[in-house]
């Protein structure tokens, strides 16, 4: 896929001057997480800003923020790539997060306010309704607006920085989309909207399922 048809699968991303950089980085984390943009492919900073038809400056914020969550690799005046997929790395990711995200569930569902469980039981909703909908993808969301919902904004951050790895791993791997089914998201995303302790049940059975696969350097999971 070109950078202008992935630029195109936004049609309301850029409209907004205002949120040009967020928009930048949003279809560029969308790109990288689908594999769009495949790991190891190499990112210009003149192809980007032709194809996205924006300055330079956002491209670079973009890329920087890319870099932090480690979804791109740079090497100053060398090159900028697309990072890696890589099993003990992302061993590293899911054995953390299988430590802080059954932890999280455990200590915030009763944080969670009336707006937070309304989205969340749209995203089943709509899991349950349109078969196009990808469990993947409402997995990111279930997992982002569960985070937006907690008071325990350190612990919150924390997933945040490892989540666009493990989403990438889920979607880009066999293993992934099979532990991240259809009816394990419904059930998770069920039951986090309801406030109900299965969640973490659900969590712990997705992330053991990939850990199996891989050997997480940090903790276990599940």
Known sequence: MTLEELRARFPSLAADRRLLRNDVYAILLAGIVAGDLAPGERLKDAELTEALRV???PVREAMSRLSQVGLIHT???RYTLVAPMDDAETGSVIGVL???LPAA???SLDDLDVDTELELTV???RLERESVFSP?????RTTSAFL???RDRVLAETIETLLPRFVRYVALSEVGAAAASRDRVLALTRALAASDESAIEVMEQILSDLAATLTP???GAG
């Open 55 to 57: 300055s330079r400056t």
């Open 75 to 77: 090497a100053p005046n």
């Open 98 to 100: 299988g430590l802080l």
């Open 105 to 107: 569930i455990r200590r």
């Open 123 to 125: 995203i089943a909703e």
């Open 136 to 140: 993947i993808d409402a997995l990111q």
């Open 148 to 150: 937006d919902g907690i």
């Open 217 to 219: 350097a940090v903790g």
